[in-house]
């Protein structure tokens, strides 16, 4: 049963008019309001300095991310996918070899396979974590897999305890695609030290997301950080001099200062998106739509870090809802519409409807809220009241001002700052 409200509200004072008028997805801005100061001091001294790529604060930035992440080697470069791109060149992959991948993910991590010739072999995802099943790599393992990459989705971290072993037992690598879960963990063992080598991203929807595109791998080995220190630039050492092929893939140096103002605070904001992911279960509860909506949990696991929460719309009516909170002005996006086994570009490598039955029904079910830090209370009240108005529930106001209205932070009462169309 829904809650709905038991009090006689006249129509022109519906409670759905105490909700906040907007809450955005994401709001960039909030943040940047914060450390504006010390952004554009960074940004200045690198101005001042001339040395715009692999500059001082790139060394720096890849220092204070192997003591955060708790591994011997950082290699910065130029966005998550030449992260993946490079990780699988480091590891010999060559036209004709397969790479487990999942099919419930961005679009990067399956064409860092095909980029190289190699074949990318798509596996299913656990319905309740939407994170790569390891019972489907273990169905999908040949004599010419050359690798495994399993996608720590959504801020939670796949389930590397019966990864590992079967990637041991095959003798092959893992590479982490950890684009969207910097220090989410698997017991105490930070996402990125777990495999082989681990792949990041720093766009700016990340939780640790910089002024524009930018990445960095992560790895225990020293063989393995020789050849991804080499392979970003040009295969080259010295000057003019190049061993191997590689790629131009380097961190700008204006990224790596911006990205050092925030790594401080990364800690803190990932409690507070872990705060906001309690207070929307609390919530769901509170509206009575457990039934209609799947809620996810915690990573008894490990850490789970939220990049985004993503629910369920149990009733098939997961398009008509997005636009439901669109009309009032509620953000919301959609990872993945359009799984990659289904995508046109692999049309040719024969995959169909039905062939990996979990990735396709997330993939029509599954919608992402707004769970960025710097989200309100009321802000998540709103959406979730939103969504219990779009079952036939009334939503019930918590606090209000003089006026009746719900009260609103300081920072909604102008335009909030919109993030890039992409939101990978």
């Given at each position: 049963m829904i809650r709905r409200s038991t009090d006689s509200v006249p129509a022109s004072d519906s409670p759905t008019t105490h909700l906040l008028p907007s809450v955005p997805l994401l709001a960039l801005d909030r943040q940047y309001e914060v450390l504006r100061e010390e952004i554009r001091d960074a940004i200045n001294r690198v101005c001042d300095s001339g040395r715009f790529v692999l500059g001082p604060d790139v060394t720096d930035l890849e220092t204070d991310l192997a003591k955060a992440l708790d591994v011997p080697h950082v290699i910065s470069c130029a966005s998550g996918s030449d992260a993946l791109l490079l990780a699988l060149q480091a590891l010999d992959v060559r036209p004709g070899d397969e790479v487990i991948v999942p099919s419930y993910t961005f679009f990067a991590t399956a064409s860092a396979v095909t980029r190289l010739g190699a074949v990318p072999i798509f596996a299913d995802i656990d319905p309740v974590t939407y994170l790569i099943d390891p019972n489907d790599i273990a169905r999908k393992l040949s004599p010419r897999t050359k690798a495994i990459v399993p996608v720590h989705l959504f801020g939670r971290t796949a389930d590397l305890d019966a990864i590992l072993p079967l990637a041991a037992k095959a003798g092959l690598p893992v590479v982490e695609d950890a684009a969207q879960s910097i220090l989410s963990t698997r017991g105490d063992r930070c996402t990125g030290g777990l495999g082989d080598i681990g792949c990041f991203s720093f766009y700016p929807t990340k939780n640790l997301g910089g002024a524009g595109d930018g990445g960095f791998l992560t790895t225990t080995r020293d063989d393995l950080a020789k050849s991804l220190r080499l392979l970003r630039v040009h295969g080259m050492e010295p000057r003019y001099h190049h061993e191997v092929i590689g790629i131009n893939s380097r961190l700008d140096t204006i990224q790596a200062a911006i990205l050092r103002v925030k790594l401080p605070h990364l800690d803190a904001w990932t409690t507070a998106r872990q705060t906001n992911a309690t207070r929307?279960?609390?919530?769901?509860?509170?509206?009575?739509?457990?039934?209609?909506?799947?809620?996810?949990?915690?990573d008894p696991a490990g850490r789970h870090v939220w990049n985004q929460f993503v629910v369920r719309v149990q009733e098939g009516s997961r398009d008509d809802l997005r636009a439901h909170l669109g009309r009032h002005g509620v953000g919301t996006e959609i990872y993945y519409p359009i799984p990659l086994h289904l995508q046109k570009c692999f049309t040719h490598l024969g995959w169909?409807?039905?062939?990996?039955p979990e990735t396709e029904r997330a993939a029509l079910q599954t919608i992402a809220l707004p769970i960025f830090p710097e989200l309100q209370a009321d802000e998540q009240r709103t959406v979730v009241a939103r969504i219990a108005e779009y079952f036939g529930a009334s939503a019930v106001p918590k606090a209000t001002d003089e006026q009746g209205g719900l009260k609103a932070p300081h920072f909604l009462r102008r335009a909030v700052g919109k993030a890039d169309d992409v939101r990978c």
């Open positions: 929307y279960r609390e919530l769901f509860t509170e509206y009575d739509l457990v039934g209609r909506i799947a809620v996810p949990g915690d169909a409807v039905g062939d990996l």
